[in-house]
């Protein structure tokens, strides 16, 4: 794989075009050479391994597989460390594992992990006791502090950003094909787990019917290689350009250009204007690529999307994360879900009950309701159900550690509670037990 120069002396295509929620870099000679340096680093992620993730979520798109896509909302820099990173992983893997065996269908895993470090803000200012600063863009970019020194764009951060990636991509490569995410560990990753937690407690007895599983199959002479290792693929959002155009290089093998700073990248939805610079980039690379699609979405603007982003109608190129809220979902979904379906198009459908269900609670917190993810969730296979299209799967906001930042669940959450560990740089996330009982309910709606 090289490093990508100019194309004809005048930069990528989409460096020309309008990008909403850019940084203002303040010194752009630092910007440059910073830039530079990151375009001589070695790729991430090998492009045959995203063309691996394209063709599993071309199963998904036939019907054939589920997508489970989490992480945190905002990854930080003082979050990579091994505690953390395990404990998400391992949320992921019980979910997964629930989904698999409970559900019975093979589920692709992609964590928003290792590169999702960049955030897109509703407001560029933030004000507080009448103080006002730039707001915090991610760690990419400034700092999460609230002073005006630490809001300042630091180019510096991008660098960061790349090793921080790295690290943590290192250290999952590790415990998935080193035997951490071997099946017969199922039982370690609930080890540590709230004994009395009733996820945790229902976890357990799935996990001693794969044990009974696996002893037989052992019995009977199978011990197959898939069990040993776990596919896990790395994605985030390509929000900041000049990053990801920094890690956009030439395949060899292809002379494809891919972002070789995740395997799958998303463009959201306050980026993913048709004429712009970010649905342009995606266009160019050959990543699997998702697109957030919020409750005003209009049939025209999916059906461009797809021209756009999967000229040749190929299953698992594209994935539509639909975010509509959990009042919503079932109004706006069904129109978008018929129309593309009868363009012929075969896209991915996953659901992120997440983004369109966030409120300020009493006590001042944004949080998330439980009640409402399950609700949105549920919205989106009745659409799907009623279509009779394939609900492709669930992205959702996510951590290992025992947050309190959503409210509700079977280990319950309440407003008064928030306080207690409110640890989120940006959006809420589930934390393990809400994140397992989701993995069931989801698995029982899968099933039925
Ligand atoms: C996100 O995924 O964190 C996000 C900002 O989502 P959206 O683009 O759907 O608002
Ligand atoms: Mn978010």
């Given at each position: 794989m090289t490093v990508t120069t100019e194309t004809n002396g005048t930069g990528h295509s989409w460096q020309s075009l309008p990008a909403a929620q850019q940084p203002e870099w303040p010194d752009q000679e630092a910007l440059r050479k910073t830039l530079a340096d990151?375009?001589?680093?070695?790729?991430?992620?090998?492009?045959?391994?995203?063309?691996?993730?394209?063709?599993?979520?071309?199963?998904?798109?036939?019907?054939?597989?589920?997508?489970?896509?989490?992480?945190?909302?905002?990854?930080?820099?003082?979050?990579?460390?091994?505690?953390?990173?395990?404990?998400?992983?391992?949320?992921?893997?019980?979910?997964?594992?629930?989904?698999?065996?409970?559900?019975?269908?093979p589920v692709v895993k992609v964590g928003r992990i290792a590169g999702q470090y960049s955030k897109p803000r509703s407001k560029s200012t933030e004000t507080r006791d009448g103080v006002t600063l730039p707001v915090y863009r991610g760690d990419s970019v400034n700092g999460f502090e609230f002073t005006p020194e630490s809001r300042i764009p630091d180019p510096e951060r991008l660098k960061r950003m790349y090793n921080a990636s790295a690290a943590t991509l290192n250290l999952v490569r590790a415990f998935t094909t080193g035997g951490y995410a071997d099946l017969r560990q199922v039982h370690a990753w609930n080890q540590d787990f709230v004994r009395n937690s009733p996820s945790?407690?229902?976890?357990?007895?799935?996990?001693?019917?794969?044990?009974?599983?696996?002893?037989?199959?052992?019995?009977?002479?199978?011990?197959?290689?898939?069990?040993?290792?776990?596919?896990?693929?790395?994605?985030?959002?390509?929000?900041?350009?000049?990053?990801?155009?920094?890690?956009?290089?030439?395949?060899?093998?292809?002379?494809?250009?891919?972002?070789?700073?995740?395997?799958?990248?998303?463009?959201?939805?306050?980026?993913?204007?048709?004429?712009?610079a970010h649905i342009e980039f995606a266009s160019k690379v050959r990543n699997p690529i998702g697109v957030k699609l919020g409750p005003t979405t209009t049939v025209d603007e999916a059906l461009t999307l797809i021209d756009r982003l999967d000229p040749d109608r190929e299953p698992g190129r594209l994935t539509f994360i639909t975010r509509m809220g959990a009042g919503k979902i079932r109004e706006h979904l069904p129109n978008l879900v018929e129309k593309v379906t009868a363009s012929g198009a075969q896209v991915v459908w996953i659901c992120d009950p997440m983004h369109g269900n966030t409120f300020e609670a009493s006590s001042g917190h944004k949080t998330r309701s439980f009640d409402d993810v399950l609700d949105e969730v549920?919205?989106?296979?009745?659409?799907?159900?009623?279509?009779?299209?394939?609900?492709?799967?669930?992205?959702?906001?996510?951590?290992?550690?025992?947050?309190?930042?959503?409210?509700?669940?079977?280990?319950?959450?309440?407003?008064?509670?928030?306080?207690?560990?409110?640890?989120?740089?940006?959006?809420?996330?589930?934390?393990?037990?809400?994140?397992?009982?989701?993995?069931?309910?989801?698995?029982?709606?899968?099933?039925?």
């Open positions: 990151l375009a001589s680093y070695p790729p991430l992620v090998f492009a045959g391994e995203c063309d691996q993730l394209r063709a599993r979520l071309g199963a998904v798109a036939r019907g054939e597989a589920f997508l489970l896509q989490g992480g945190d909302c905002a990854e930080a820099f003082d979050g990579v460390s091994a505690e953390q990173i395990r404990n998400k992983l391992k949320t992921l893997l019980q979910m997964a594992a629930v989904l698999t065996y409970a559900a019975s269908v945790g407690q229902r976890y357990e007895k799935l996990a001693r019917e794969i044990d009974n599983a696996l002893a037989f199959m052992n019995a009977c002479g199978v011990a197959p290689e898939e069990f040993r290792t776990v596919e896990f693929y790395s994605s985030h959002e390509a929000l900041i350009l000049d990053y990801e155009t920094a890690l956009t290089r030439t395949d060899s093998r292809t002379g494809d250009l891919y972002d070789v700073s995740g395997h799958m990248v998303w463009i959201g939805e306050r980026t993913r204007q048709l004429d712009h549920k919205g989106f296979f009745e659409v799907h159900r009623g279509l009779g299209t394939h609900p492709g799967g669930i992205h959702v906001e996510l951590t290992g550690d025992d947050v309190t930042e959503c409210v509700g669940g079977g280990d319950e959450v309440l407003v008064d509670d928030l306080h207690q560990r409110y640890e989120t740089a940006c959006d809420p996330r589930l934390n393990r037990s809400q994140s397992l009982d989701l993995a069931f309910l989801v698995a029982e709606m899968y099933r039925s």
